[in-house]
């Protein structure tokens, strides 16, 4: 049973990983994945009981992710669909592109940590399309975006959804993660980015010709502001209310949905339906990704049928006996993040490694959320944030491997080294 399920995971692996080159999209893989896979375990065990009572098991703890994440996604549609964001885009102005470089870069990085990697990558992306006219400028800013985006959302629970399973999952604390992760993840992007500033040092901004602001029917800036701030507002409030009243995080973020959405009903009750159908929050869970979140029921569950059956054990104690220190798997991973994705990466790490071994905060944990994190952006494949600019801008991948690749890479390395000094001067 065991070689068959392994067989079948990495079957389904291989499709999740090709999946542009086969044209069959990663959530349809993941799906029939996670259905095979327990089909083979329920079949070859005598004890249906304890099948359904772990598969119960393993879906409550994939439904909290799920609900977050639906969540999380809403609150930051409506956020755009009232064009919230120019809140704090329209400060982003500078004649100089190596400035512009600076600017946009950390913009990403916090707004990331705040949001998360995907929906502030596509954020910023269609923001340099109104301040940047040459297109191979833009590539450049695009890649950089990625990086910032990854390593921003890497040192928050509400930033990458690895991070976010994390959390969830009680591996890592809110404020312990963002202590110990938020240097490296700074210093993961500070490298790329002073080599890239360096690189267009000199060279000024060409804007487009004409920039179209009016995308749509426009809010006013009351609307615009209260629904900016209320709902990041809502988002860096979810950790506090874990904190404070030992509830699931998803419970914090559909709470916050709801006050949004009464909120968004309230200052647009005045409206024709015609006017208002594109500000509401109906419309905001119609533009959501329900692909990603099919997957991650799929690639969860699918990962739970391994940990069931005790392969992910077997597997950490495989990788202890033949590499031995904690530091290199973990670097291994977040490596392995660049060429997969990092959801079922992290998702066999928690299968692979108890609490009992590695409790809450361990250096695992805290290790295993800025590699996966920040791995992702070392090819334009390895996270939902390049899949997001590389759609946008159409960059090719063996552009980026020429051309981002390698920054990301020794940005990745900075950043491991400093989170690895840092933990030994700190323990």
């Known amino acids: 049973m065991q070689t ?5 995971f990495i079957l389904a692996y291989a499709a999740i990983a ?17 259905g095979v896979l327990w089909t083979i375990y329920a079949m070859s065990t005598g004890d249906h009981h304890q099948v359904s009572h772990e598969l119960g098991h393993s879906l409550m703890g994939t439904a909290q992710i799920v609900f977050f994440l639906i969540g999380a996604m809403t609150i930051v549609e409506v956020v755009d669909s009232h064009n919230g964001f120019e809140v704090i885009t329209k400060h982003i102005r500078t004649s100089r592109l190596s400035k512009l470089m600076w600017l946009v870069g950390f913009v990403t990085f916090f707004l990331s940590a705040i949001l998360d990697n995907l929906t ?3 954020v910023m992306v269609s923001l340099m399309k109104k301040i940047l006219a040459k297109h191979d400028e833009r590539l450049f800013f695009a890649g950089i975006i990625v990086i910032a985006a990854n390593a921003g959302g890497a040192w928050t629970p509400i930033g990458d959804v690895t991070t976010t399973m994390l959390w969830i999952g009680g591996q890592i604390t809110t404020l312990n993660i963002m202590e110990s992760v938020f240097l490296p993840s700074v210093i993961s992007l500070l490298v790329p980015l002073a080599v890239t500033a360096y690189m267009l040092r000199g060279q000024p901004v060409v804007s487009p010709t004409k920039v179209d602001m009016d995308n749509g029917p426009q809010t006013t800036d009351f609307e615009r502001n209260l629904m900016f701030f209320l ?9 506090a209310f874990k904190t404070i009243t030992h509830l699931p995080p998803f419970i914090g973020i559909l709470f916050g949905l709801g006050i949004l959405w009464l909120v968004g009903d ?4 005045r409206k024709e339906d015609e006017y208002k159908h594109h500000l509401t929050l109906v419309h905001a869970l119609s533009k959501i990704d329900m692909s990603s979140i ?7 569950l699918a990962v739970a049928t391994l940990e069931h059956t005790h392969i992910l054990s077997s597997l950490a104690g495989w990788l202890d ?33 108890s609490m009992e071994q590695y409790p809450t905060d361990h250096f695992l944990w805290e290790f295993l959320a800025y590699c996966a994190g920040t791995g992702g952006s070392i090819l334009i494949i390895g996270s939902a944030a390049g899949v997001a600019a590389m759609g946008l801008e159409k960059i090719h991948f063996f552009w980026y491997v020429r051309k981002i690749s390698g920054l990301a890479l020794i940005g990745y390395f900075a950043g491991a080294g400093a989170y690895i000094l840092q933990y030994n001067l700190t323990h």
């Open 321 to 353: 006996q033949n590499v031995g220190r904690l530091d290199i798997i973990v670097i291994l991973i977040g490596l392995a993040s660049a060429v997969v994705d990092n959801v079922p990466l992290v998702a066999a790490s928690m299968g692979m490694y």
């Open 266 to 269: 309230l200052i647009h009750r």
């Open 231 to 239: 709902g990041l507002g809502i988002l860096v409030a979810v950790p």
């Open 4 to 8: 068959a399920l392994v067989v079948v």
């Open 294 to 300: 099919v997957f991650f029921v799929g690639i969860l």
């Open 120 to 122: 502030t990558t596509i």
């Open 18 to 34: 090709l999946e542009h080159p086969l044209k069959i999209n990663k959530s349809a893989s993941a799906l029939v994945g996670a």
